[in-house]
């Protein structure tokens, strides 16, 4: 091989190896597909003495809310998170309201407000901290509004007006 054919070599070989590097740079750059973020499942006690567990809604829109009796901005947006999923069930809609309230006096404290609230007593359950860290709950209340795949739309944190929990559950109607 002549100097002349070695140094032709050396540059092919410099310029593949720069083209793979602008191809790897290109990919680095490039954002990652955004994922839906995996929902968890659980299997609580219902106020009515059943159980729910959230996989079986599959096909349905779930709206899941973190709240307790204690918490005032629950017991605001509690009613209009009731009579929102009671309005919108024919089109397929379930609501969770998992209480956060502490044993001992969590269901003594929830069949209490439950009286208070028409219809909650339909959908609370009886939480628990284990449910609460596998959601990264950190304050009440939390709502998530998960698709008919079991996929989160929407997290909101703290009391919502009617108009913006509706918005949330439309974009997951969608």
Known sequence: MTESSRAAAAAVLALCGCLVLAGVLLLLQRPPAPEQPATPDFTLRTMQGGTVQLSSLRGH??????????CGPCREELPTLVHLAQRLEPQGVRFIAISED??????PD?????KQVPGLDRYAVYGNPDVESLFGVDSLPTLFVLDREGRLV???VGGRSEAELSAAVDQALR
């Open 61 to 70: 829109v779930v709206l899941v809310d973190f709240w307790a009796t204690w």
């Open 102 to 107: 502490d044993p001992p006096a969590q269901e």
């Open 110 to 114: 929830v069949i209490a407000f439950a």
């Open 154 to 156: 929407t997290r909101l």
